[in-house]
């Protein structure tokens, strides 16, 4: 997950990995008006998008978006308007010394779970 903000190179960065537009053919401000469907996505597309760019940028993305964006400019808009997940917090490393199988207390004097 990254900090930094969704912009024009982001969204045509995923737009392209998640089909539609010819391969190394970025979104230039020529196409943030034009209609998704018409750079080359659908509904599948832009789901699998929406669902990226809630993983990459830590964004909670709403499931009606996907009906109310309809151009990257309008996708653009939108998403600024989101809030930010906090993130969780990294597991703990697994000791990789243990046997297969074994199990640890969670805590000193515990039953292992």
Excluded: K, N
């Excluded at 309809?70 to 917090?89: E, F, I, Y």
């Amino acid at each position: 997950m990254t900090d930094e903000p969704m912009d024009v190179a982001a969204l045509s960065r995923l737009l392209r990995e998640c089909g539609g537009a010819e391969p190394g053919e970025p979104i230039g401000p020529g196409d943030l008006d034009v209609p998704l469907y018409e750079l080359g996505h659908d509904s599948l597309t832009v789901a699998q998008l929406l669902t990226r760019v809630g993983r990459e940028f830590g964004l909670a993305v709403p499931r009606d978006l996907l009906e109310d964006a309809d151009t990257p400019r309008s996708l653009l808009g939108m998403l600024a308007t989101l809030s930010r997940v906090p993130r969780a917090p990294r597991p703990a490393r697994l000791d990789r010394s243990d046997p297969p199988g074994h199990l640890r207390p969670c805590r000193p004097g515990a039953t292992p779970c």
